[in-house]
């Protein structure tokens, strides 16, 4: 039996500017959806976040500012209440929800620049820990006339569309339901794994994200428009294949992490418009890319797989280092001002090269 997996995600962040903020507290209580029925029983919440409490902020376009949202009181607490209260739940198996991202992110989409909703989060069994289900989602947000509603509609939604999806997968899985599977299938079917970190024939277009590669002018191809008020932008991708053969009593994993920089969606502007530190901020951006990248090969690398949950357990691996590589970029591009900043650029690169030269 042989099975291919392919997932890509681009990376990309953008920033644009308020006159004035204010903040907002998200009570999930306020939330009242349509209740349902699960076969398990959701007993614990679990926020892996590193700052639990902050949402992200939202630009309200008719007050002409950024309101900042928080979560009113424990996030684990009450998205449990909201769970217990929206979910007729079951006694065949304890789950517990862990949330890995819940964030409003401001991208850039072409011209123009929205906020958006990330919310994944893992479906873990309670007692033997064992990763099940990984779940991720994204919604463009807008708040209008009641920006607190709106906000805890969003996420809320995202959370009983978590679990909606989830249970569609668990009545297809009737090992999940048994404390022993993972162990059981563990002990039966070996993993032999093989990873091959960015295997595949670059074109002009392509340039695989490498230690010790140095960008220059003629790898930013395309043509930035007049509207543009960045000097430079640099396109990312990170993607994985997974490919397997299954031998009866043992399973040859093949895993196949890239990452790469792409030429055709890659710009920067005349040379005599732009700040003259620009290239070495975008190869800043291009380090901590590779970065991030090999640490994802590292982590593939170092996991023991079980036969019937290395899917998820790569898909989470991988979940958790993008989310990783995210809060790292964006974090770039808040304390050097999207690289305007020359004296915080220049510790930022000290930072990534001293980490990126300690990572194979």
């Not at 990783?324 to 650029?345: P, W």
Request: net charge positive.
């Amino acid at each position: 039996m042989r099975y291919l997996l392919f997932i890509i995600i681009s990376l990309s962040a953008s920033l644009h500017n308020a006159q004035a903020q204010s903040s907002q507290s998200i009570d999930l209580a306020m939330w009242h959806g349509k209740s349902n029925d699960i076969p398990f029983k959701i007993t614990a919440v679990q926020d892996s976040r590193e700052n639990t409490t902050n949402i992200g902020k939202a630009y309200h376009k008719s007050k002409k500012k950024d309101i900042d949202f928080n979560f009113a009181s424990s996030s684990e607490a009450m998205v449990l209440k909201m769970i217990t209260r929206q979910f007729t739940q079951g006694k065949e198996t304890d789950i517990s929800l862990e949330i890995k991202r819940l964030k409003i992110v401001r991208e850039k989409q072409g011209k123009s620049v929205r906020d958006r909703l990330y919310f994944d989060c893992a479906f873990n069994h309670t007692k033997s820990g064992t990763l099940l289900y990984t779940f991720n989602a994204s919604n463009a947000v807008n708040p209008s006339k009641n920006p607190r509603l709106n906000i805890t509609n969003y996420i809320a939604r995202a959370i009983t569309a978590a679990i909606s999806n989830f249970k569609k997968d668990y009545l297809v899985h009737p090992e999940w339901h048994q404390e022993t599977a993972a162990q059981t299938v563990k002990l039966s079917i070996g993993i032999d794994k093989k990873i091959i970190y960015n295997q595949f024939e670059t074109s002009g277009d392509t340039i695989a994200l490498r230690k010790g590669y140095k960008l220059n002018k003629n790898d930013f191809v395309a043509q930035a428009t007049d509207v543009e008020k960045d000097d430079a932008y640099s396109f990312f991708e990170m993607t994985y294949q997974i490919k397997t053969i299954d031998e009866g009593k043992k399973i040859d994993l093949s895993i196949y992490p890239k990452a790469y920089f792409l030429r055709s969606k890659s710009w920067a502007k005349d040379a005599d418009s732009v700040s003259p530190n620009w290239l070495a901020y975008q190869q800043l951006l291009y380090d901590n890319a590779t970065l991030h990248a090999l640490k994802f090969k590292n982590e593939l690398a170092a996991k023991e797989y079980s036969a019937g949950y290395f899917k998820s357990q790569i898909n989470k691996i991988y979940n958790e280092n993008t989310r990783r590589f995210f809060d790292s970029m964006d974090l770039i591009y808040s304390e050097t001002k999207f690289g305007q900043d020359a004296t915080a650029v220049n510790s930022w690169i000290a930072k990534v090269s001293t980490a990126l030269a300690a990572t194979d």
